[in-house]
């Protein structure tokens, strides 16, 4: 085992790089465990790759319970309009008026 994979473990952490179909890496971060720098990390990595290449990057914070991101990216509570849940229950109407 490494030494990334044992620090990962011992924190109850751990991340995967996956390549969609598109060849677009796709990077999770995940843990059973909270504290731990989900978010942070997520964020980091975010900011990181936009700078490295230049490009827009897509995160997503799943934390539905506690959601945080928008405090390391410094936007303000009052920015915020929607999360995630509310998207995917839009999405489901437009699905079901698309079928009716």
């Given at each position: ?62 934390d539905l319970e ?23 229950l839009a999405y ?9």
């Amino acid at each position: 085992m490494s030494e990334r994979e044992n620090s990962e473990r011992a924190a109850g952490t751990s991340h995967r790089i996956e390549r969609s179909s598109a060849m677009t890496p796709i990077v999770t971060f995940y843990s059973y465990k909270g504290g731990v720098g989900r978010t942070m990390a997520l964020a980091n990595i975010a900011v990181l790759l936009a700078r490295q290449h230049g490009r827009k990057v897509l995160a997503v914070d799943w934390d539905l319970e506690a959601p945080g991101l928008h405090r390391f990216l410094g936007v303000p509570e009052g920015k915020i309009r929607d999360g995630v849940i509310d998207y995917l229950l839009a999405y489901k109407q437009l699905l079901q008026d698309l079928i009716l």
